[in-house]
DNA sequence: TTGAAAGCGCTAACAC
DNA sequence: GTGTTAGCGCTTTCAA
């Protein structure tokens, strides 16, 4: 395999074209400082006319680093590729990395024997710190990777005392800040439509919910709180149902995803309710597979944008330093209302 | 970045605990033949007491390989991702992978300086090969890489002699066999709604309606034949609608990607023409960013995972052989039906 | 079947 | 500023 064309250029070449000792190509090709610039350009002449292009594994071995990170996906997310949040995550990744000789890899784990591995690659040197995108509680690699001692940054948390670097949105935050908006808003009767409560995102957005009630001084009823078994719009649907049987009188919702949300507004309008008048729904501009076909009005926005270049910050800093306590970072999200209501 | 941490033991470590020689030790990892059986189980102890594992970089100077290989993905196939047919062939690439000891890569190339670091990535021996994903004719990456000398496998091809080894799927004879089957269904008035024809893929579409209709002894009548500005639902819309105004009798229509044939559908509809009774509609299950709200009835369907496969099959052998000419696989496609008309 | 030795092409430390 | 040198950790002959 690949083995590398006979006539390929090695610095040594350029070193003795440009008559010139090794480790001066080094230093110009790296911009380092301290070269005569008559020097360099003579280096730089003597690398266009070789076409030379170093040779990273050779870099590698002598530097101890790759200059790459890999952004892994584990298989759930694999849908979430098309979506919104997630090219907006790569995207600020991606941008956060231009500036750094630091090359994007993305992975794709699905088994076992593919985690694994993505651990022996990044165990071997082939990158110097991995992004996680997923947050799925019963998944090792994360463990796998921290106890291998490589720079790791999660997207989300697992739990309440995540043990690896991570970066979240304020989801308890968010959910507060809806919830409160729809009692500035004068709505009575508030319900909720969660997520899986054995997700930890879930528990924070219905944790969000419950403090915005009490801070204002409401009561917190359970028959107002509906779990759905997933964060699909076919759940947000039931969970509506559920709602609207238990208060018929409902006059708002607090759904734990854009995708729940959407099914809560499908259902409002089949029992011929108006929304946002007769009901006001509010979601989370999330990251589930299923895009809704029609999003709510509402929505607690994530910043994404800045998620990701925290993260690439965060493992960048990890990648440098010695290995540093882990660390967290958990960024604010914002109410954005598409409605006029 | 990321110095190696100090306690990495080294083959050389291990050879020393096992009281053997390195190169027993690396024919173990390799997996190559010609060690005893007693000798190989010492050292796999000593890798295991260890935790041992080969430092890559080193791996892939001694070697002249890196046991991986990239696959790219240009700005617009992002949206692809989520979408059937990009992760049949993403599955279908990492399957084929799985046996071997290659590493699969995706990247992202937006712009032109991450084409150059690609380029660079590859050049420097961090990939033994490039899978393309994008056949946009104007992208100057696949060039670029096969000018370089790398081993690149593309999907679908940008022209009639495109000059990259390609695998794709038989589109002209894919939309021949299509038209055939609305002719023997008895239909008289047979419509296309091609792609843009600058791309190739929809050049090659319109080839196999015409080849179709000459078969069969028909005229192909230009009037009945319309040209999308892109390949989404609304271009197919609007095509339709124009179809019908010059031959409100139309009842059949041939459509080249999945998304037309959904406008078309619409465009129909709005009309109150029944589909399949009033009108037939077949697409070509296709990979484009906007999956079709209601898909057509009749598809012609890709072979994803064959294609997939090939591209990995084709890319390995260059890996292997020294330059080989190009070559290129075009792969059957198979006409399904999900109607009962 | 195994050990020893010669690189692979680069970085970084150290001289000058 | 710049050249020289000593590795980085592995694969791969070549002998034994």
């Not at 911009?31 to 003579?42: E, K, L, Q």
């Not at 651990?119 to 082939?126: D, I, K, L």
């Not at 944790?207 to 801070?215: D, K």
Request: hydrophobic share 45%; aromatic share 4%.
């Amino acid at each position: 395999m690949g083995r590398r064309s006979p006539g390929t250029p090695t610095l040594e070449e350029v070193a003795a074209l440009a008559g010139v000792g090794r480790g001066t190509v080094s230093r110009v090709i790296n911009n380092a400082a301290g070269v005569r610039a008559s020097t360099r350009r003579a280096v730089q002449r003597a690398i266009a006319e070789l076409g030379y292009v170093p040779n990273l594994a050779a870099r590698s071995l002598a530097g101890h680093r790759a200059d790459a990170v890999a952004l892994v996906m584990t298989e759930p997310d694999w849908r979430l590729f098309g979506e919104p949040f997630f090219t907006e995550i790569v995207h600020a990744v991606g941008d956060a990395l231009t500036d750094t000789p630091v090359q994007l890899l993305l992975t794709l784990v699905r088994t076992d024997a593919e985690r694994q591995r993505l651990v022996e690659y990044a165990r071997g040197g082939r990158v110097d710190g991995v992004l996680l995108m997923s947050v799925h509680a019963e998944d090792p690699l994360p463990d796998m990777l921290a106890k291998a001692g490589l720079p790791t940054v999660m997207l989300g948390r697992r739990s309440g005392d995540e043990s690896v670097t991570y970066v979240d949105a304020d989801n308890a935050g968010g959910a507060r800040g809806a919830v409160t908006h729809l009692l500035n808003g004068g709505r009575g009767t508030i319900g909720a439509i969660t997520g899986p409560l054995d997700m930890y995102v879930a528990q924070c957005r219905l944790r969000g919910y419950r403090e915005a009630l009490e801070q204002a001084g409401r009561a917190v009823r359970d028959s107002l709180v509906v779990e759905g078994d997933d964060f699909t719009e076919e759940s947000g649907r039931r969970a509506m149902t559920e709602l609207i049987a238990r208060h018929p009188g409902i006059d708002a919702v607090f759904a734990a995803s854009d995708t729940l949300a959407a099914g809560a507004l499908s259902a409002l309008r089949a029992t011929g309710r108006r929304v946002p008048q007769d009901v006001a729904v509010i979601g989370f501009d999330d990251f589930h597979p299923a895009r809704p076909a029609e999003p709510p009005l509402t929505t607690v926005r994530q910043p994404l944008g800045e998620i990701g270049r925290t993260m690439v910050r965060l493992l960048l800093e990890e990648m440098e330093d010695s290995p540093v306590a882990w660390r967290h970072v958990i960024l604010r999200t914002e109410l954005v209302l598409r409605e006029s209501a």
